[in-house]
């Protein structure tokens, strides 16, 4: 079996199916769909920091662009949510092309940047001069749309997606020559690869990623603020929940995730006083132990981790 | 070389500028298919930079890099492994945590060789790197490190081949069969240069080198007529040798 399908099959089926039955076992609706879109954002992370090294500290700003978009297709357009979603996905490229020189930049000059950018989308999409457009700081209302169940289900179908590009990466020719770019750019166009194109393709694909879980994100909850959906505690949970995984994998983001948001959740409902002195320890304890993730105790005894 | 040959590579008045520094101040001369041409100076002299222009890394800011008669100044490097140039480094670059292995299929699936690209376990065998094929590259020492370097360069089927610096750093049984692999590449038709400060591994595999000083070339010729000139003695070893 190709080892493509064997990913599929016994990786992301497997993680579709417990998300989509667990709704009907559990009633915390709310956290299963924050699960599910930190499953999609921390992939979206590894797809390009995993795959070719930049740091995307403003990560958000895609989903932030994708709520939006979906909330101006439905409010001026009366777009249906799908057709919005699918727009908010487009956000996301369309704010991913325009942060492209971006990438000349490496380390932490991009993760500074990207940042900066993240915050320069929310203050633009939060001003008050907007209004008519974005409602400024006032927040949107998509009392038309809301629909948690459908809402859910398609957050699945783009969790489905963005698994589905992290196998075809960890699986192609493709995606061995990103992380070649990511070890060594100039022996990478030495090798023949276009450096730049594979960049921009990595770095539009995690900006669709994002966009589309934000316009699934801006379905689900209908009432938000500029505060809310460009809060900087995306980008930084789903590049924690990333790395604690392990990036450039399939499975280290989905433990990451799973680990990290449900200690997170965990610790929030039975001890809130403690969590962030807790959470705190754990991922510093991460990054001076684990600096390659959990995936890396395999791999370092030379096992193989999809 | 027959000088009926024409030169697959025709380096005219090249100059690389870094601030005020010319790197290169007027470089000139080529080489042929099947040719190996040694590129030899004191540090410092411009060979790097020459091979590093050549294999598109850096832009010229002066004179013309000719390929089979196509200007190839300031094009992409990826664009230039597709039109047959490859090189090596001087330190080693493989992609450290891929392994051996997945090293060479990047080459193989990107480099566009012209001919049907070469056959992955034909390349690991003839390069020793069988036994390390499936272990990250990082694991390898240095050596083995070079011999990727090389099977990377040679998966996309070069014709004109940069080597700077192979064989530095190899003990004395593998500098004769890395010379005996390169002679038998050049004998296949690839055209070679060689950037290297082991004269006698140069006299061994070369049949012509350029001596560069400054930015430019001041010699041309055999190796062994090289070292009688009174200008490369001076810029080696100092003009009160040179008499």
Not at chain 1, 251 to 276: H, K
Not at chain 2, 33 to 62: H, M
Request: glycine fraction near 10%.
């Amino acid at each position: 079996m190709p080892s493509a399908l064997k990913h599929m099959l016994f990786i992301v089926a497997p993680l579709l199916a417990v998300f989509a039955v667990l709704p009907g076992v559990y009633q915390n609706h709310l956290l299963l769909f924050n699960f599910v879109i930190f499953l999609i954002l921390a992939q979206g992370v590894n797809i390009i920091y995993g795959f070719t090294g930049y740091l995307p500290f403003g990560y958000v700003g895609f989903f932030g662009a994708g709520a939006y978009g979906f909330a101006i297709l439905v409010m001026h357009y009366q777009a249906p949510a799908v057709v919005a979603v699918l727009v908010a996905g487009l956000v996301g490229v369309a704010l991913g092309l325009l942060l492209t020189p971006l990438l000349r930049l490496s380390g932490a000059y991009f993760a500074i940047a990207n940042l900066a950018a993240s915050l320069a989308v929310l203050h633009f999409v939060a001003n008050p001069a907007l209004e008519n457009i974005t409602r400024g700081p006032y927040g949107v209302s998509l009392t038309g749309t809301f629909n948690p169940t459908l809402a859910y289900t398609a957050a699945l179908v783009v969790l489905a997606l963005t698994l589905g590009a992290v196998v075809f990466l960890k699986n192609s020719r493709f995606g061995l020559a990103l992380q070649a770019v990511r070890e060594d750019a100039v022996s990478a166009s030495m090798a023949g690869v276009n450096v730049v194109r594979m960049r921009v393709i990595a770095w539009l694909v995690s900006a669709l990623v994002a966009g589309l879980a934000g316009g699934v994100y801006a379905w689900y909850v209908s009432v938000f603020y500029p505060d809310n959906v460009f809060s900087g505690e995306f980008s930084i949970f789903a590049i924690v929940f990333a790395l604690f995984g392990g990036v450039a994998s399939i499975c280290g983001p989905i433990v990451g995730v799973i680990l990290l948001y449900g200690i997170y959740n965990l610790i929030g409902f039975t001890t809130p006083q403690y969590f962030q002195l807790i959470y705190g320890l754990l991922i510093m304890g991460l990054v001076l132990f684990l600096p390659a993730g959990l995936v890396s105790l395999a791999t370092r005894r030379g096992w193989h981790v999809p | 070389m027959s000088p009926d040959t024409a030169p697959i590579l025709n380096v005219a008045k090249l100059t690389k500028r870094f601030g005020g520094f010319y790197a290169l101040d007027g470089l000139s001369f080529h080489v042929a298919a099947g040719e190996i041409l040694g590129l030899v100076g004191p540090n410092g002299s411009g060979k790097t930079t020459a091979i590093n222009v050549i294999s598109g890394l850096y832009a010229p800011d002066g004179g013309e890099v000719v390929l089979d008669g196509g200007s190839i100044g300031g094009v992409a490097s990826h664009r230039l492994v597709h039109r047959g140039i490859n090189r090596t480094f001087q330190i080693p670059k493989p992609f450290l945590s891929l392994t051996v292995r997945q090293n060479i299929e990047v080459a193989l699936a990107y480099g566009r060789a012209a001919v049907a690209p070469p056959d992955m376990a034909a390349l690991l065998d003839e390069y020793r790197l069988t036994d390390v094929a499936d272990r990250p590259a990082a694991d390898l020492n240095n050596a083995q490190q070079k011999m990727l370097d090389l099977v990377r360069a040679l998966a996309t089927r070069p014709r004109l081949l940069l080597l700077d610096e192979l064989a530095a750093g190899l003990n004395p049984a593998e500098l004769d069969w890395i010379a005996e692999r390169i002679k038998a590449l050049a004998r296949s038709g690839v055209a070679i240069i060689v950037v290297e400060h082991l004269m006698g591994f140069i006299e061994h595999i070369t049949d012509r080198v350029i001596v560069m000083n400054a930015g430019k070339e001041i010699f041309e010729g055999k190796l062994a007529v090289a070292v009688q000139v009174p200008q490369v003695i001076e810029v080696f070893l100092g003009g009160e040798h040179a008499a």
